[in-house]
T-cell receptor
Framework: NAGVTQTPKFQVLKTGQSMTLQCAQDMNHNSMYWYRQDPGMGLRLIYYSASEGTTDKGEVPNGYNVSRLNKREFSLRLESAAPSQTSVYFC??????????????FGPGTRLTVL | AQSVTQLGSHVSVSEGALVLLRCNYSSSVPPYLFWYVQYPNQGLQLLLKYTTGATLVKGINGFEAEFKKSETSFHLTKPSAHMSDAAEYFCAVRAGSSASKIIFGSGTRLSIRP
């Protein structure tokens, strides 16, 4: 199993450009998440999707949009990139069922630089 | 509201020495606590988690953590460090008993000296 996959691995954008980060999981998980990781700040939740057809804002949603395309795929879109969005972006998924057993599995990350 | 504080952004130990990474939490509800490890250029991997029951939790790679309610702590330990343990470690708390959101600490980078 591939687990959680993310594309691209690296991306450089100019201010104002748009792009979509792709995430897919093959574990039949219900819930999916997008985080950003910045030095000294840990991971911060951008958006999450508890189940197919639903999305909710996390801690830092401004400047981003998401689409839960189907159960497998959850994309993150930057409509007009800003230098403050330079970060490493992680996608994660979990079963979303059973608080005691639910574990998030992470993808390898996308390193985004906005000039 | 839930929050996590990791004491020490960088910890360095000698190979074979005890590893101790500190984590304190704040939670208005019974906490669910996690430790994740991130190796260079990789995503996060779950080391261990505390939900209910036994307060000493054993994880992968010889790590363990003890939930101490009175101290609001969940420190991560390993008796003998190995070079392969060099990584960044994140403590995290689930934001509520029914929520799917996790609050992460700022991370502690562990270096191992030969």
């Amino acid at each position: 199993n591939a687990g959680v996959t993310q594309t691209p691995k690296f991306q450089v954008l100019k201010t104002g450009q748009s792009m979509t980060l792709q995430c897919a999981q093959d574990m039949n998980h219900n819930s999916m998440y997008w985080y950003r990781q910045d030095p000294g700040m840990g991971l911060r939740l951008i958006y999450y999707s508890a189940s197919e057809g639903t999305t909710d804002k996390g801690e830092v949603p401004n400047g981003y949009n998401v689409s839960r395309l189907n159960k497998r795929e959850f994309s993150l879109r930057l409509e007009s990139a800003a230098p403050s969005q330079t970060s490493v972006y992680f996608c994660a998924s979990s079963t979303g069922q059973g608080i005691l057993t639910d574990t998030q599995y992470f993808g390898p990350g996308t390193r985004l630089t906005v000039l | 509201a839930q929050s996590v504080t990791q004491l020490g952004s960088h910890v360095s130990v000698s190979e074979g020495a005890l590893v101790l990474l500190r984590c304190n939490y704040s939670s208005s509800v019974p906490p669910y606590l996690f430790w994740y490890v991130q190796y260079p250029n990789q995503g996060l991997q779950l080391l261990l988690k505390y939900t209910t029951g036994a307060t000493l939790v054993k994880g992968i790679n010889g790590f363990e953590a003890e939930f101490k309610k009175s101290e609001t702590s969940f420190h991560l330990t390993k008796p003998s460090a190995h070079m392969s343990d060099a990584a960044e470690y994140f403590c995290a708390v689930r934001a509520g008993s029914s929520a799917s959101k996790i609050i992460f600490g700022s991370g502690t980078r562990l270096s191992i000296r030969p």
